[in-house]
T-cell receptor
Framework: AQKITQTQPGMFVQEKEAVTLDCTYD???????LFWYKQPSSGEMIFLIYQGSYDQQNATEGRYSLNFQKARKSANLVISASQLGDSAMYFC????????????FGTGTRLLVSP | DAGVTQSPTHLIKTRGQQVTLRCSPK?????VSWYQQALGQGPQFIFQYYEEEERQRGNFPDRFSGHQFPNYSSELNVNALLLGDSALYLCASSLDSDVNQPQHFGDGTRLSIL
């Protein structure tokens, strides 16, 4: 069974600084995908970044980058130059690429960006 | 290009009642998944519909059922509502043939059981 662990219930960062949100995963599937989603207080889940298990390079999307360490089974999200609008819940999720598209989520990290 | 739309936005029901939530997938998507997100938790997978069939199900009782229509839209039905069913219900759509693309989520339906 797949499992996602997010050990940071809350994180604080000052505006314009970088922050790393931790995510570790467990799976026996050889081919899988890792996702990060942002959930503002309004509730919608906003896709941020994706990393495939066979991707050689770490994924980047604008201010978001994924620090993928396969041997350690970690997929940490790095947000550079934090903005006030980055305050939200952040969820790490994974799915088996060889099967159906069920996503398994972690418990999330609440990020608060202060001026 | 419309994204995933869900209705209603909010719903209040009492124990024992039945509820139907609706979801229209993003244009071009053929797969719909439903998730339950309790307060302070991550979303939990309920089930997924593809080609009008339920093809994968999470650890939810039979009180939770669904349907997918020929236009790919979907409904989630919950019977005999319990207080513990209070949650945000999220619908996500995707294209079955594109495994590396993310699921796109709607804004959710907040269901409160009194």
């Amino acid at each position: 069974a797949q499992k996602i662990t997010q050990t940071q219930p809350g994180m604080f960062v000052q505006e314009k600084e970088a922050v790393t949100l931790d995510c570790t995963y467990d799976t026996s599937d050889p081919s899988y995908g890792l996702f990060w989603y942002k959930q503002p207080s309004s509730g919608e889940m906003i896709f941020l970044i994706y990393q495939g298990s066979y991707d050689q390079q770490n994924a980047t999307e604008g201010r978001y980058s994924l620090n993928f360490q396969k041997a350690r089974k970690s997929a940490n999200l790095v947000i550079s130059a934090s903005q006030l609008g980055d305050s939200a819940m952040y969820f790490c999720a994974m799915r088996d690429l060889g099967g159906f598209q069920k996503l398994v989520f972690g418990t999330g990290t609440r990020l608060l960006v202060s001026p | 290009d419309a994204g995933v739309t869900q209705s209603p936005t909010h719903l209040i029901k009492t124990r024992g009642q039945q509820v139907t939530l609706r979801c229209s997938p993003k244009s071009g998507h053929d797969t719909v998944s439903w998730y339950q997100q309790a307060l302070g938790q991550g979303p939990q997978f309920i089930f997924q519909y593809y080609e009008e069939e339920e093809r994968q199900r999470g650890n939810f009782p039979d009180r939770f059922s669904g349907h997918q229509f020929p236009n790919y839209s979907s409904e989630l039905n919950v019977n005999a509502l319990l207080l513990g069913d209070s949650a945000l219900y999220l619908c996500a759509s995707s294209l079955d043939s594109d495994v590396n693309q993310p699921q796109h989520f709607g804004d959710g339906t907040r269901l409160s059981i009194l």
